[in-house]
């Protein structure tokens, strides 16, 4: 069975960073690129960025260029998403996903982690 | 970017009715448009793929048609577990791009 599991939510100041995770398990990590989506308070789903793990090559929305650094760790089948200087505008729910049977389209999902940007 | 306009914002509809709901691109993007359905506090989750192909235990009332330009996701009969919301996403672009959504309410 395919599984992102992501980690917990956070609560981080402003001008900090955070490094969320997501481990995958029931597929082979290597041989398929992550995904990563933001999900503002009440609004829709912004594609942030791709990594594939096997050649560790990343791809970004221009939009998230220098707010996202995305990684990955073959060695224990999780990637990783940094979020830098973060703001308000940065507290959303990230999800990480899969296009594993199919591409073009996220047919598996982490459950989410929220991300709370205060003082 | 190729925008996604969904509509309408939100639909207000009685159970066992039947509806459809529109996703247009800003550009002819072919049939790379897929469906999910998000719940409040739930992960999206994927319902048709490639505007009208069928997905592993996505009940059989739903369905999706279009091409080029304009879309559409219909709902056969309405249950009371399909009151959620439902985003459009196209993959004809390598930058990925969302609809704004479409929040289907219980009149």
């Known amino acids: 069975e395919v599984k992102l599991q992501q980690s917990g939510d956070e609560l981080v100041r402003p001008g900090a960073s955070v490094k969320i995770s997501c481990k995958a398990s029931g597929y082979t990590f290597t041989n398929y690129a992550m995904y990563w989506v933001k999900q503002s308070p009440g609004q829709g789903l912004e594609w942030i960025g791709t990594?594939?793990?096997?050649?560790?090559?990343?791809s970004y929305n221009q939009k998230f260029k220098g707010k996202a650094t995305l990684t990955a760790d073959k060695s224990s089948n999780t990637a990783y998403m940094e979020l830098s200087r973060l703001t308000s505008e940065d507290s959303a729910v990230y999800y990480c996903?899969?296009?594993?049977?199919?591409?073009?389209?996220?047919?598996?999902w982490g459950q989410g982690v929220m991300v709370t940007v205060s003082s | 970017n190729i925008v996604l306009t969904q509509s309408p914002a939100t639909l207000s509809v009685t159970p066992g009715e039947s509806v459809s709901l529109s996703c247009r691109a800003s550009?002819?993007?072919?049939?790379?448009i897929h469906w999910y359905q998000q719940k409040s506090n739930e992960s999206p989750r994927l319902l048709i793929k490639y505007a009208s192909q069928s997905i592993s235990g996505i009940p059989s009332r739903f369905s999706g048609s279009g091409s080029g330009t304009d879309f559409t996701l219909s709902i056969n009969r309405v249950e009371s577990e399909d009151f959620s919301i439902y985003y459009c996403q196209q993959s004809y672009s390598s930058l990925f791009t969302f609809g704004s959504g479409t929040k289907l309410e219980i009149k």
């Open positions: 996903a899969g296009q594993i049977r199919g591409r073009g389209y996220f047919d598996y």
């Open positions: 990594i594939i793990p096997l050649i560790d090559t990343t």
């Open positions: 550009q002819s993007i072919s049939t790379s």
